[in-house]
């Protein structure tokens, strides 16, 4: 989507130089943030631990007991839930969702929709996870799908719909990054989704074997291992490792490095780290020929896997024009095999979507025309 105007500062740094920028900013946290956030680095300085602010902040446990069980029996329920709905192989698909998104009608019914009509994609429902942000969010999850979890968001109001890059949206990223980092640290690989995205077929075929970490593009350049490629946080393949998870952690450590930017635009910036290298993390880019989006369209309806309305500004365009998009699926499925051949369908979208607000991206003309 665009890189972050901080995004050379890094490269090239010794790795000393930048852990010691990380402890300055660390240090600084503690000192003046409050409790509610310092518990929150407690808990991302320790992987593995389970929630473990007992030992990390022994003085604060003993006013804050009832708390504390309520976290453990979070933590419990998580991992109860990963539990269910992994498959053989530890694998969950996870998505997140707040109040705006869980309206019947709205993005998350479009999603699991998406599920229903794909080819051979229904199977996959019983393996996802929609982590709710809000209790607005978790009611209606549990109207309509077996496995929902909601997330603790201490005190934090995600329920309203959070227009790109203002403070809230900005949280509520952050938090899904640290929340998938709490699955890895559990033993569990992901496929994370955003609810925005169609899924039309099972993408498992069309991922690397043995990679740590696959994104899907906003822009592809066309080759897997090119680090110039724009990745989209909103797709994901993640393999549970050591690798990954310190990965993980260094993201969202980073974000200190970054204040204002977002996780996707923070991995854009820092996938050029020497650090990255250095944990030995294997990054692959997904082909938007298979994992498109509204900034760079799968074009042929035999191939698509999954469509994003990504490069969408607000929710009533991106919900309009999803509808389009599912409406273009269901034309291309009823048609007879010899016409699906002839490779004529095409997406009419996107229509109402444009990323219109000035955010300095690829949404040169040639790229937003390339669905048509
Ligand atoms: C793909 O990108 C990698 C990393 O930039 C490069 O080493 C490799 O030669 C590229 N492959 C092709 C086929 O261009």
């Known amino acids: 989507m665009m890189s972050a105007p901080s995004a050379g500062r890094s490269r090239g740094l010794p790795r000393h130089a930048l852990r010691r920028s990380a402890a300055v900013l660390v240090l600084a946290t503690l000192v003046a943030l409050p409790f509610s956030v310092l518990y929150r680095a407690g808990v991302s300085r ?6 473990g602010w007992e030992t990390s902040l022994p003085a604060v446990v003993a006013s804050e007991d009832e708390e504390g069980d309520d976290l453990d029996s979070e933590d419990l329920k998580l991992e109860q839930i990963l539990k269910k709905a992994s498959m053989g192989d530890n694998t969950v698909i996870l998505t997140t969702l707040n109040a705006a998104w869980a309206s019947p009608g709205s993005v998350i ?12 994609t229904n199977l996959l429902l019983k393996h996802l996870v929609i982590v709710a942000f809000d209790w607005e969010a978790y009611e209606q999850c549990i109207k309509i799908h077996p496995y929902c979890f909601a997330l603790g968001t201490e005190g934090l ?8 890059l203002t403070s809230g949206y900005l949280e509520m990223m952050w938090r899904r990054l640290d929340f998938l980092r709490l699955v890895l640290e559990k033993g569990y690989n ?5 609810a925005d995205i169609m899924w039309f077929r099972n993408p498992f075929p069309h991922f690397y074997p043995d990679v740590d970490f696959q994104i899907a593009c906003d822009h592809y ?7 110039r490629n724009i990745a989209n946080g909103g ?5 549970s490792n050591e690798r990954s998870i310190e990965f993980y952690n260094f993201w969202y450590s980073s974000r200190l490095r970054y204040p204002g930017y977002h996780d996707q635009d923070v991995f854009n910036a820092i996938k050029h780290d020497p650090y990255i290298v250095g944990i030995g993390l294997t990054i692959k880019f997904l082909s938007t020929k298979y994992f498109g989006g509204f900034c760079e369209p799968s074009r042929d309806l035999n191939e698509v896997c999954t469509m994003h309305a990504n490069c969408c500004i607000g929710l009533r365009s991106k919900i309009l024009d999803l509808r389009i998009m599912m409406e273009d699926w269901r034309n291309y499925l009823s048609l007879p095999p010899n016409l699906k051949r002839l490779r004529t369908s095409a997406w009419r979208v996107p229509q109402n979507c444009r990323y219109d607000d000035g955010y300095p991206t690829l949404t040169s003309d040639s790229i937003l025309s390339s669905s048509h």
């Open 46 to 51: 320790s992987p593995g631990a389970s929630w």
């Open 109 to 120: 019914d479009l999603f699991i929709d998406s599920f229903h009509s794909g080819v051979r």
């Open 157 to 164: 109001d995600f329920s309203e719909e959070k227009r790109f």
């Open 190 to 194: 992901f496929i994370f989704s955003d």
């Open 221 to 227: 350049v066309g080759n897997a291992t090119d680090l």
């Open 235 to 239: 797709f994901s393949y993640v393999k």
